[in-house]
């Protein structure tokens, strides 16, 4: 019965920011990880941030010292403020638990990084 749903994507120059944001919809279930994946054109799906229920956060190397994870518990929401964008970070972004379930994936939401 759970769904995520991400949004918050968009086409930006390189350095600029985005804030993309997941909800969980339906049962509402507080994972004890949830992470933040992307997968850009003709590459395997990656980890870019995670977040336990606590608050422990980790982070893929080369978004570090630019992005930020983030949960809201009481909204059922995860976020993920990006920063210091490079065309490197171009994919469809999408939210899962840590380790993924397969059939919690949702749509994504794209971002462009670009000039």
């Known amino acids: 019965q759970v769904q995520f749903v991400e949004s918050g994507g968009g086409l930006v120059q390189p350095g600029g920011s985005l804030r993309l944001s997941c909800l969980a919809s339906?049962?509402?279930?507080?994972?004890?990880?949830m992470g933040w994946y992307r997968q850009a054109p003709g590459k395997q799906r990656e980890l870019v941030a995670s977040?336990?229920?606590?608050?422990?956060?980790n982070y893929e190397d080369s978004v570090k010292g630019r992005f930020t994870i983030s949960r809201d518990n009481a909204k059922n929401t995860v976020y993920l403020q990006m920063n210091s964008l490079k065309p490197e970070d171009t994919a469809v972004y999408y939210c899962?638990?840590?380790?993924?379930?397969?059939?919690?994936w949702g749509q994504g939401t794209q971002v462009t990084v670009s000039s």
């Open positions: 977040i336990t229920l606590g608050g422990s956060t």
């Open positions: 339906g049962t509402v279930f507080r994972f004890y990880r």
């Open positions: 899962n638990a840590g380790p993924p379930q397969r059939s919690y």
